[in-house]
């Protein structure tokens, strides 16, 4: 199938699983996730209408950002405090925060620059001890002490990586677990966070995710096809 084709379905995927639960489908944006995939598919995405990039690894979307000019990019792999850096200049939302240390490296380099930076929250909701992310009992004390310590971000939400289960409906319980926590956080008001996404949903999953509230869905191989 071509990467219209791709897309197309994806979205009328994402409609029917809003409408199955009475959502606006305007509440769900796709994330194209572009690891491994080359410069010239991106684009074709692009054409297509995609607007959001999602990289994993800071070098390949610095090798590529290069190549593409008007897309949001979104960072959604594991972020070492040391490559904070080459990024915080013009990345568009960090899904990724899973520690006070690295929120406090993104700060600091955001507040040299003068840039307030969108953060999400990454909760490790499967409890595989492979996967990064808070774990959900300490993710609203890291919400506060972000919010206490960091002037130059703005949490917007939370992100997971569900596990990899052959039934998708296996993971809607850590879809749920997220929503209840944002809700949670959503709460306390607390000062620099707005709780407005759940970045959660992959290919295999974001139909259950959509339904249990996901707005930003990470799409790589529904849309590129299978990774090398
Ligand atoms: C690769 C990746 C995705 C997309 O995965 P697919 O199963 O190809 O849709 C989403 N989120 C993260 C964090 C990823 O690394």
Redesign the pocket.
Known sequence: MSIAENILKVKQRIQKSCLKVGRNPDEVSIVA?T?TVPIEKIKEAINLGITDI?E?RVQELLEKKNSIENVRWHF??HLQTNKVKYIVDFIYLI??VDSLKLALEIDKRAKKINRVIDILIEVNTSGEETKYGVKPEETIDLVKQISENCKFLRVKGLMT?AAFLPNPEEVRPMFRLLRELKDEIAKLNLKNVEMKHLSMG???DFEVAVEEGATLV?????IFGP?N
């Open positions: 996730v690891k999602g994993n959604v792999g899904h990724s990586v992959m290919s295999n990470r799409i790589g191989t529904a990774r």
